[in-house]
């Protein structure tokens, strides 16, 4: 599915602050291929705070650990036949909100639907080491209305596109203070995702050095690195996840569409990791976004063949981790996996016509019926919970976005009422 993204479209009105995801192709900025807009952030032009540096001391008061039930019985938790955690949730930024009772009736919505974890959004940009205070103040909201209602709280700290790539020391030390300052404030948040898809030129830039070589997986592993000990100077129990990789990438320096494949990009990222002589690891457990090249293509669909790591080449992306990591102080081939996006978009029924815009827009033909999504959803989430290091399936979106533009993936339209297939994966107590 291609499709021109379009920024800023409503976003006053929709008071959304979010950033553009990036491509089910190879991340060209001028033909977007993926999900839509998480439009663009009001919060890019707030005014930033000042903070000392993050600290680097490590905590030896405590360990890191995910929180689980173990409950084979829990709705949309369960420990797999590997006798391993594994979780369903969502990626929604819009349970992010300044009145704390809207949070609870949005975080509502997501646990009606099945979801046990919420991902919500920090957008770190140049000159910022704290967040602004209306930022902050929604980041509480959203955290402490997931607790409430027995949700997970995550996090993902990232910049808002290419043209805020924290590149450079100075920009890699504000970001990591900026992380810090979430940690320190919020306690919530014990699980943090570190960027979003460095592999695509929609999001980091450069990708390439001058003689072709990954720039980007340089960079990008400083910034985690940095991140990682600094967040476990707040506290050890806090999980630094990292990657969070398109599924699919270029590869070709100069070609105008500058982006890397997730298998290209793990090789590098192993290859700098190798050469810093790092002792200590810079992530625990790996983000990666297995999307389709299509809501109509099966979750099945596997792509031996090619660079492309979708929901089925789980073998490929371990492997890869196998070959950048094992033998190293960073876990590789054992470390654990979190599909942090995934999404598939139904075809907005003729009633529900009048609270969308943009019907020409070609990412309107990408959809199929509700009956699809769900059966496609439920197969995904089989798919993953057989995985041996999975430990969890991150719907993208709670609610439809309204532009069609964007993204129509949740259980519910861009009204808020539940779509026909709503209660598809709340009965989902195992592996099926």
Not at 201 to 206: A, E, G, T, V, Y
Not at 290 to 304: Q, T
């Amino acid at each position: 599915m291609r499709r021109r993204i379009a920024l800023g479209v409503g976003i006053a009105a929709l008071a959304i602050a979010g950033f553009v995801l990036a491509t089910r192709g190879d991340g060209d900025d001028s033909q977007a291929q993926r999900p839509g807009v998480k439009a663009t952030s009001t919060a890019a032009t707030r005014t930033q705070g000042s903070s000392t540096s993050p600290s680097t001391t490590r905590s030896t008061t405590d360990s890191p650990s995910r929180t689980t039930t173990g409950a084979d019985t829990e709705l949309g938790r369960w420990t797999s036949k590997q006798g391993r955690p594994f979780e369903l949730g969502v990626w929604e930024y819009f349970v992010r909100d300044p009145s704390a009772a809207v949070a609870r009736r949005r975080t509502a919505d997501a646990k009606q639907a099945g979801f046990v974890s919420v991902i919500t959004n920090a957008f770190w940009n140049p000159g910022q080491t704290i967040p602004p205070p209306n930022e902050l103040t929604e980041l509480k909201n959203a955290a402490r209305a997931a607790k409430a209602a027995g949700l997970r709280p995550m996090v993902i700290v990232a910049n808002l596109g290419s043209r805020t790539t924290p590149r450079t020391a100075p920009l890699r030390q504000e970001f990591a203070t900026y992380a810090v300052s979430i940690a320190s404030q919020i306690p919530e948040f014990r699980d943090f995702i570190i960027g979003n898809e460095p592999n695509l030129n929609r999001f980091w830039l450069p990708q390439f050095g001058p003689n072709g070589e990954n720039v980007a997986a340089r960079d990008y592993l400083a910034l985690l690195a940095l991140t990682y000990d600094a967040l476990k100077g707040v506290s050890a129990k806090i999980r630094v996840i990292g990657g969070a990789l398109a599924p699919r990438g270029g590869d070709r320096p100069g070609t105008g569409r500058d982006t890397h494949s997730p298998t290209q990009f793990i090789r590098d990222l192993g290859l700098r990791y190798r050469a810093s002589g790092r002792k200590e690891p810079v992530m625990d457990a790996f983000a990666h976004h297995p999307y389709l090249e299509s809501s109509r293509v099966p979750p099945e669909f596997a792509h031996p063949r090619s660079s492309t790591i979708a929901l089925a080449d789980y073998d490929k992306l371990v492997r890869e981790l196998r070959g950048a990591f094992d033998g190293t102080a960073q876990p590789g081939s054992k470390l654990p996996i979190l599909y942090t996006e995934f999404g598939v978009q139904t075809r907005i029924p003729p009633e529900k016509r009048g609270v969308y815009t943009n019907f020409q827009s070609p990412a309107a033909a990408d959809a199929v019926s509700e009956t699809t999504q769900a059966a496609y959803y439920r197969r995904a989430i089989s798919i993953a919970c057989k995985q041996p290091t999975v430990e969890g399936i991150y719907v993208f979106h709670v609610w439809d976005e309204p532009d069609l533009l964007g993204w129509q993936s949740g259980l519910y339209y861009a009204d808020r009422t539940p779509k026909k297939n709503q209660a598809a994966l709340a009965d989902l107590r195992s592996c099926r």
